[in-house]
């Protein structure tokens, strides 16, 4: 099957965004950017669309000359690691993404390197600006058909040409160092190990030796208190002290993963009210990544902005309602969409206990997702996995849950009292008397006997 194809489909999956440009006499039908979403470089052409970066590259191709080194699809699709690329598209991860694309572009056009034969030393390595900032690529002439940029080879000189921009195929992918530490610091911060800290030794006070310290406890286990302990009491009272596994090196940066999942939600777009009420209503942002620093781990159930439109002033204006609404939505576990979904498959309807005690959350399997809630107040699954990070996961619902109300007592109604007959004790003498006079069967002519 011809590789345009797939170079026709993306081009039409493009085509509100190229209409809006072309209406606008941005780019026109021959730029190098139609070129490209036209090209058989499927793969690079659906990462600058999921990049958010025809916009850029259109202003871009206004003002300069630009070249692109494609890499070529194999090296996306095969070659590249799984979690890297996972990595990539994880929608947190959107400025890395956008490093990785803007280093493969120059703001200049830029031709195949003369080849100087009888040289007894490779020509030397010409530096160029990438659109990443603080990057440069470096090209070198090998022999007269071979040059490399960086650490990749280019083996499709000139595969498009336009006026106003030329593209390279190359064999691999280049990752910019920034988006490699990136990508290492997110790997590494789910396997860290956390060190609950030591205290002093203690002293028998019977044998006046030391006691035996306590087994160590594995790296990573959850926190000696529960969570509902390590909250803070309330708005005007201190936090309640809640040594866990995070201990005072801060293992684990609560503050930064809860500033990414925020992040998120804001980059994935429809989660505006939620995240406004973690940061600006309440104070729940900040108490989260405490908690997380501590060593807890935290589900998030976050209903979109429609959801959140449905709430009326009453039950906001009260004092501590916004708080109490989104303890409702936090479930001190760390559960994944797909661990949720197998549970309620499994066992039907599961109770979640939430930061708003008592109260719990139901779940259960309706119309292949999973839903949470019952009646009206019910919500659905929409969104899964906007963000998980092995500490906090943000799962999308499309309602508001608000805990069944409980049901206020009626009038209390005295039943009357039953009437108890009192069957008189016989005594020892009648009771021998009946029992001969029943040997034969004349019992039944006495009353008392009966």
């Known amino acids: 099957m011809d590789c345009r194809i797939y170079g026709v489909t993306i081009l039409l999956f493009f085509l509100p965004t190229l209409a809006f440009s072309l209406s606008q006499g941005q780019i026109n039908s021959n730029s190098i950017l139609v070129a490209l979403l036209d090209s058989h470089y499927t793969e690079v052409a659906e990462l600058v669309e999921k990049a958010m970066l025809l916009q850029t590259l259109e202003n871009t191709v206004m003002n300069h000359n630009i070249t692109i080194f494609a890499p070529r699809n ?58 990443a900032p603080n990057h440069h690529l470096s090209l070198q002439t090998v022999n007269s058909t071979h040059w490399n940029v960086d650490s990749s080879r280019v083996t499709h000189p000139d595969s498009l040409t336009r006026p106003d921009g030329v593209i390279h195929g190359i064999d691999t992918l280049i990752i910019p160092r920034s988006v490699q530490d990136d990508f290492n610091r997110r790997r590494n911060l789910i396997s860290i190990a956390a060190v609950k800290p030591e205290s002093a030794p203690e002293v028998d006070p019977r044998t006046h030796r030391l006691k035996k310290p306590a087994p160590p406890t594995p790296a990573g286990s959850p926190p000696v208190l529960p969570i509902y302990d390590a909250m803070a009491p309330g708005p005007s009272l201190a936090p309640a002290p809640a ?142 996995d906007i963000y998980t990070d092995g500490r906090i996961s943000v799962q999308g619902i499309d309602g508001v849950l608000l805990p069944p109300q409980e049901e206020e007592a009626g009038p209390v109604t005295r039943a009357q009292p039953a009437k108890v007959v009192v069957k008189q004790r016989r005594g020892k003498l009648l009771e021998t008397a009946c029992w001969m006079l029943g040997s034969f069967g004349q019992d039944s002519r006495f009353i008392s006997c009966q």
């Open 243 to 384: 040594p866990g596994p995070g201990g005072p090196h801060h293992h684990f940066n609560g503050e930064r993963q809860v500033k990414d999942f925020i992040q998120t939600l804001l980059h994935y777009g429809g989660y505006n009210e939620m995240a406004d009420i973690l940061v600006n209503l309440t104070s729940l942002a900040t108490e989260m990544g405490r908690l997380v620093s501590e060593g807890y781990v935290l589900t998030v159930l976050a209903p979109n902005d429609e959801a959140m439109a449905k709430l009326t002033t009453d039950q906001l204006s009260e004092p501590g309602s916004p708080e109490q609404i989104m303890y409702y939505h936090l479930i001190p576990e760390y559960q994944t969409e797909e661990s949720m979904y197998n549970a309620v498959r499994r066992f039907g309807k599961i109770r979640y206990d939430t930061l708003r005690l008592p109260h719990k959350v139901t779940a259960q399997e309706a119309d292949g997702s999973v839903k949470f809630g019952h009646g009206d107040g019910s919500a659905y699954l929409f969104d899964p």
């Open 74 to 131: 194999e090296a996306l699709e095969r070659d590249l690691d799984p979690d890297f690329k996972r990595f990539l598209l994880e929608p947190r991860n959107l400025q890395s993404l956008q490093t990785l694309l803007m280093s493969h572009i120059v703001p200049k056009r830029i031709t195949k390197p003369e080849y100087q034969p009888g040289l007894s030393h490779p020509a030397r390595p010409t530096r160029h600006k990438t659109l």
